[in-house]
């Protein structure tokens, strides 16, 4: 394990870097689901206008 006195700034590094990448997978995530919804929305649209 490293000395946190002398690599303080590495380590925080790490830490803001892995933050940042667990809030983009989140940011990805959220927005292929709201995608998806909206798809699904079109299809189901579709779905009730192809039967009317």
Do not use: H, T, V
């Amino acid at each position: 394990m490293p000395e946190f006195d002398k690599n303080a700034a590495y380590i925080w590094a790490c830490y803001l870097i892995g933050a940042l990448m667990i809030g983009a997978a989140c940011l990805q995530a959220w927005l292929a689901a709201k995608a998806a919804k909206r798809r699904l929305d079109r299809l189901a649209a579709n779905d009730d206008e192809a039967s009317a």
